[in-house]
């Protein structure tokens, strides 16, 4: 059983701070990783995409990956009102040609004016 | 660019009753295409997937099923609803290990 897990929050932030929303994952043979943002009542949305090991950085959001730890990670700085919204992490389990995404439950993010 | 249409957005339906969604990609030759759905308070849960036309695989067991009659061309059907079925199911499309991108999503509630 292939198993993404977040803390499903609430996380509040104020705004301007960081806020760090965390994901771990059960596959060692999983290849890819993704973060999407889902506002509510509407679909995800890919923000990051990480394949190997360390930080990736895309305007203020940046993600970190630990395959060691099988755990991964999206920091989003200067956080606005507008980032309010739950963020899945996502896993592809990389062994079959379908790259099938294996979701976690989300991580409610409220960032506070 | 890459587009994916998903309809309808919205679906009341009795029990028992049957149910087609569909979904099309533009922009794109021979993508992998999904069928999620999330339950209210869950996850996404990957209900189908395909890698070519015909070519379905079932990831959960239910009364759903899936079809893709054509390249860019994925629907979701039952024949009998069930309350259980109640949720938001997404289409979505990727290829290779770039991620799946949504439709707008089908808030599906039986009654």
């Known amino acids: 059983q292939k198993e993404v897990e977040q803390n499903s929050g609430p996380l509040s932030v104020p705004e301007g701070a960081i806020a760090s929303l965390n994901c771990t994952y059960s596959d060692r043979g999983s290849q890819s990783f993704f973060w999407y943002r889902q506002y509510s009542g509407k679909s995800p949305e890919l923000i990051m995409s990480i394949y190997s090991n360390g930080d990736k950085e895309d305007g203020r959001f940046t993600a970190q990956l630990n395959k060691a730890s099988q755990y991964v990670s999206l920091l989003i700085r200067d956080s606005q009102p507008s980032d309010s919204a739950t963020y899945l992490c996502?896993?592809?389990?990389?062994?079959?040609?379908?790259?099938?995404?294996?979701f976690g439950t989300g991580t409610r993010l409220t960032v506070i004016p | 660019s890459q587009t994916i249409h998903q309809w309808p957005a919205t679906l009341v339906q009795p029990v028992g009753s049957p149910l087609s969604l569909e979904c099309t990609v533009e922009?794109?030759?021979?993508?992998?295409l999904y069928w999620y759905r999330q339950a209210a308070g869950r996850g996404l849960q990957l209900l189908f997937y395909s890698v070519g036309i015909g070519q379905i695989s079932s990831e959960v067991p239910q009364n759903l099923s899936a079809s893709r009659p054509q390249d860019r061309q994925f629907i979701l059907s039952s024949k009998k609803l069930l309350l259980s079925d109640s949720g938001f199911y997404l289409c979505a499309w990727g290829q290779g290990a770039q991620g799946a991108f949504f439709g707008q999503g089908t808030r599906l509630t039986v009654v």
């Open positions: 922009g794109t030759s021979n993508p992998n």
């Open positions: 996502a896993v592809n389990e990389g062994q079959t040609g379908a790259n099938n995404l294996f």
